[in-house]
């Protein structure tokens, strides 16, 4: 598997894995809220970053947990290229898909990430000059509202005449919910946040739960602030009201969110917090539910191709050699004087009928589909031997199939996979009844070696 292919399967499982992980946060977040709290449905999230690493996580092969003496040994099968198959493939130009599909990932995650950073930029520029407070904060005269602004070195910012807006409670209020932000993180997450909505660009439901993962993170530090000022829940409410002005976008930091969120925020004030024991009993549930939905990212995926182990005794008969039709030898420019020809000139032998995928030994195959000869392999005149786990009913249907090892990686897997699905085998017998088990089966293919026609063509 080549770099570009490994890179689409990744995308592939991870667009997948992130998408189901997102369905199911956006159907839990507000029973989570209700029965645990904002702080727990906030943590809900963590979800989406979890299922997209276990989903880039490798299976374990399903095989490497058997016994080697249970593992039978099928006699293999022989996949030859038809000779006049080389010549007419060999010009065609090919495009390699992987390649193009990555490359065009690349680009989008590229110009997502400069599409954040300058409006990151232009929110930091537009905050103009600013000047250290003696609280920590920074003051500057065009600060719109209070933000905590970056991810590495967050700092509040705030406008320089903010006092004189708000009455001294109402300012504390509002200087300890960007507090909360500090500590708990936030801005780091809106990072992470910024970076998954890079590396999927294409997937709308990313760019689709970003204003409500916002909405769950201000609700998550107003409980954090009510938590610690139980009885300024009125004082809170009139800071919200003072302070709800539209600002602009914010990749990395957290600002006072303007009235678009700001119903359900005050409607969250009239709630009762929940005690510690209902929290702790949220956190419980919450890891259990990140720990059961991640395995299962990493579980659904199909088995990856393992790295090729040593060389193992010989397992199989020598594959048959190519009939007649497959391979002509070249023609003597002039036979020897003592010798007659052996053939007349005038009567060549006509060529015979392409090879037919062959099966042998005591395991017979009932219906077996052939591997398709990928074109690219037959034009090259490139053989090679794919080695196969597969796990056969007790009906003798394919159950699983693992790739063990393949020569050369990345040509024939694919196919192989794509016919070996297909296939029906002679369940093995045990206790003179069909059980299910698992079998070995090398499958070679392999290619002509080019005739005088075909050099000359």
């Known amino acids: 598997m080549t770099a570009a292919d490994a890179l689409l399967r990744w995308l592939v499982d991870g667009s997948l894995a992130a998408s189901a992980a997102l369905l199911l946060v956006l159907a839990l977040r507000q029973p989570l809220r209700r029965a645990f709290g904002a702080r727990v449905a906030y943590g809900a999230w963590a979800l989406v970053p979890l299922a997209l690493v276990a989903a880039a996580l490798p299976r374990p092969d399903v095989g490497q947990a058997l016994a080697p003496e249970l593992m039978?040994?099928?006699?293999?099968?022989?996949?030859?290229?038809?000779?006049?198959?080389?010549?007419?493939?060999?010009?065609?130009?090919?495009?390699?898909?992987?390649?193009f599909l990555a490359i065009a990932w690349l680009s989008g995650t590229g110009l997502a990430a400069l599409y954040f950073a300058r409006q990151q930029r232009r929110f930091v520029v537009a905050l103009g000059r600013l000047e250290p407070d003696a609280d920590g904060s920074w003051r500057g005269q065009r600060v719109g509202g209070p933000a905590v602004v970056g991810a590495l070195r967050p700092r509040i910012v705030l406008p320089i005449d903010f006092e004189a807006h708000h009455a001294p409670e109402e300012a504390a209020l509002v200087i300890a919910h960007e507090r909360a932000h500090l500590a708990r993180g936030d801005t780091r997450a809106n990072l992470a946040a910024v970076a998954l909505r890079c590396l999927q660009w294409f997937n709308p439901?990313?760019?689709?739960?970003?204003?409500?993962?916002?909405?769950?993170?201000?609700?998550?530090?107003?409980?954090?602030?009510?938590?610690?000022?139980?009885?300024?829940?009125?004082?809170?409410?009139?800071?919200?009201?003072?302070?709800?002005?539209?600002?602009?976008?914010?990749?990395?930091?957290?600002?006072?969110?303007?009235?678009?969120?700001?119903?359900?925020?005050?409607?969250m004030l009239k709630q009762p917090l929940h005690g510690t024991g209902r929290r702790r009993a949220g956190t419980l549930a919450l890891g259990v539910?990140?720990?059961?939905?991640?395995?299962?990212?990493?579980?659904?995926?199909?088995?990856?191709?393992?790295?090729?182990?040593?060389?193992?005794?010989?397992?199989?008969?020598?594959?048959?050699?190519?009939?007649?039709?497959?391979?002509?030898?070249?023609?003597?420019?002039?036979?020897?004087?003592?010798?007659?020809?052996?053939?007349?000139?005038?009567?060549?032998?006509?060529?015979?009928?392409?090879?037919?995928?062959?099966?042998?030994?005591?395991?017979?195959?009932?219906?077996?589909?052939?591997?398709?000869?990928?074109?690219?392999?037959?034009?090259?005149?490139?053989?090679?031997?794919?080695?196969?786990?597969?796990?056969?009913?007790?009906?003798?249907?394919?159950?699983?199939?693992?790739?063990?090892?393949?020569?050369?990686?990345?040509?024939?897997?694919?196919?192989?996979?794509?016919?070996?699905?297909?296939?029906?085998?002679?369940?093995?017998?045990?206790?003179?009844?069909?059980?299910?088990?698992?079998?070995?089966v090398p499958v070679h293919f392999e290619a002509p070696a080019p005739g005088p026609a075909a050099a000359e063509g």
């Open 205 to 267: 439901l990313l760019h689709f739960a970003e204003r409500r993962f916002r909405l769950d993170q201000e609700l998550a530090c107003d409980a954090t602030v009510l938590a610690r000022h139980p009885h300024a829940r009125r004082r809170y409410a009139d800071a919200m009201l003072n302070v709800q002005l539209a600002v602009p976008g914010l990749p990395v930091g957290c600002h006072w969110q303007s009235s678009q969120t700001l119903k359900e925020r005050i409607l």
């Open 72 to 99: 039978a040994l099928h006699p293999g099968v022989l996949v030859l290229a038809r000779a006049d198959a080389a010549p007419a493939i060999a010009g065609a130009p090919g495009i390699d898909w992987a390649l």
């Open 289 to 440: 539910m990140l720990a059961t939905c991640s395995y299962a990212a990493w579980a659904v995926r199909p088995a990856a191709v393992p790295e090729p182990p040593p060389p193992p005794a010989p397992e199989a008969p020598p594959a048959p050699p190519a009939p007649p039709a497959a391979s002509v030898p070249p023609v003597p420019e002039a036979p020897p004087a003592p010798t007659p020809p052996p053939v007349p000139a005038a009567a060549p032998a006509p060529p015979a009928p392409p090879p037919v995928p062959a099966v042998v030994g005591p395991r017979a195959v009932d219906r077996l589909p052939p591997p398709k000869y990928p074109a690219e392999a037959a034009a090259a005149g490139q053989g090679g031997r794919v080695v196969l786990r597969v796990l056969v009913g007790i009906d003798g249907s394919v159950k699983d199939v693992v790739v063990e090892r393949s020569e050369p990686e990345g040509v024939f897997e694919a196919v192989t996979l794509e016919a070996v699905r297909q296939w029906t085998f002679s369940p093995q017998l045990k206790d003179g009844r069909p059980a299910e088990g698992w079998v070995r």
